[in-house]
T-cell receptor, first 114, second 116 residues
């Protein structure tokens, strides 16, 4: 089944404790992206990757890191989480970055930073 | 810069009634437009999209949307609401042109409540 998976689905952590949220897709997609969803703000892009070893900042990259060592994986790293990073996070992938392509979303990771 | 505005953060309809969720966008270049649905505790699922061609787009679950360039709108409709349509709906536009990064720019979302 074609899908985007994320782990963990739920995470409670404390300020400053490094964490990684994994994202994997099995559709051989070149383009992958991370979004955060906050009430009243919709989804905002954090980082994106057009292909292996090619990543760039989205609209809200502060406090996050990403890497793209393999085509299928695009982990999101919070080196020193803070309470304002409490949010719902979605990974997405599409065949390419061309504007009309459909992006497929993972199930989401709900993060609480205390 | 592109932006998306969804009018009404909450919409309530009776089962069997018309569903109308409003979306307006601003873009200096022809946009690609999307509607996504998010059911509780799930990711986003594509309902429909407009890229080029016919301005009336049909999607899954009986939804459709019409691209109206003169009104910069892409409203989502369904003739008869079903209880299972209760969810949050997001309108989005993707960036085109030389700065195309594939990013989706989302509206704030509209929660649809369907009353029995």
């Amino acid at each position: 089944e074609a899908q985007v998976t994320q782990n963990p689905r739920y995470l409670i952590t404390v300020t400053g404790k490094k964490l990684t949220v994994t994202c994997s897709q099995n559709m051989n997609h070149e383009y992958m992206s991370w979004y955060r969803q906050d009430p009243g703000l919709g989804l905002r892009q954090i980082y994106y990757s057009m292909n292996v070893e090619v990543t760039d900042k989205g609209d809200v990259p502060e406090g996050y890191k990403v890497s793209r060592k393999e085509k299928r994986n695009f982990p999101l790293i919070l080196e020193s989480p803070s309470p304002n990073q409490t949010s719902l996070y979605f990974c997405a992938s599409s065949l390419s970055q061309v504007g009309g392509g459909t992006q497929y979303f993972g199930p989401g990771t709900r993060l609480l930073v205390l | 810069a592109q932006s998306v505005t969804q009018l009404g953060s909450h919409v309530s309809v009776s089962e069997g009634a018309l569903v109308l969720l409003r979306c307006n966008y601003s873009s200096s270049v022809p946009p690609y437009l999307f509607w996504y649905v998010q059911y509780p505790n799930q990711g986003l699922q594509l309902l429909l999209k407009y890229t080029t061609g016919a301005t009336l787009v049909k999607g899954i679950n009986g939804f459709e949307a019409e691209f109206k360039k003169s009104e910069t709108s892409f409203h989502l409709t369904k003739p008869s609401a079903h209880m299972s349509d209760a969810a949050e709906y997001f309108c989005a536009v993707s960036r085109l042109g030389s700065s195309n990064t594939g990013k989706l720019i989302f509206g704030q979302g509209t929660t649809l409540q369907v009353k029995p």
